[in-house]
């Protein structure tokens, strides 16, 4: 359960481990306008990112005191981004969930780690390789295809790129909900938003569709596109 409190203000977020994930992660939290305390046991690691983080700390996150004082007691959530460390990475999130941060989520680098991290009650737990791999080889797949957001439970919203096969056509007459019980969330002409289930708008060549569904019938429509 998500015990976080909303607060109508921006998190503070600790980044535990500042490889390329962790370091990624916690930049682009700043750049949302997050205060990020970004720790790694590498002082280059944590020197790379000194003037790019609120605070960046040389820290050994298997030692509870050592984060208490690097503040993260105070954190509203933690990020994990320890991967080639099994010990280290499960020390610090004992160390984290002891210190009574609301949200915790932790990356895990294989089926073992990521056991151990759920037994743990670790709110999230992200295997990036594997999730970027799958998004990646859904957009190969099929080029029509430029991104995609999977939902859970198998539904998935993803973006279309209109081919010059349907070019001049009504939304009405690509069938999406009769025959692949697909929802048109809208269609963007470039940065011109078309509006939500827009029948009337005639399609061009590059416009973007955004329709909802199940994997397997938006896999269907892809098909025919």
Known sequence: ??????????????????????????????????HVIGMDIDEKSVNAQAETLSQALIVDARDEGALREAGVANCTVALIAIGD??????LAAINVKTLGVPVVWAKAMSKTHHRILSKLKV??????????????AQVLNNPLVRDYVSLGNGFNVVNFRIPESLEGKKLSEIQYRETYELRCIGAMRGTEWLGCDGE?????????????GQRSNLRSFAASL
Not at 85 to 90: M, V, W
């Open 1 to 34: 359960m998500n015990h976080r409190k909303k607060t109508g203000r921006h998190d503070t977020f600790a980044v535990i481990g500042l490889g390329n994930f962790g370091s990624t992660v916690a930049t682009e939290l700043v750049r949302f306008g997050n």
């Open 85 to 90: 460390d099994l010990e280290s990475s499960i």
């Open 123 to 136: 709110d999230r737990i992200i295997h990036p390789e594997v999730e970027v791999g799958y998004h990646i």
């Open 200 to 212: 009337d708008c005639t399609l061009q060549m590059d416009d973007l569709l955004l329709l909802l």
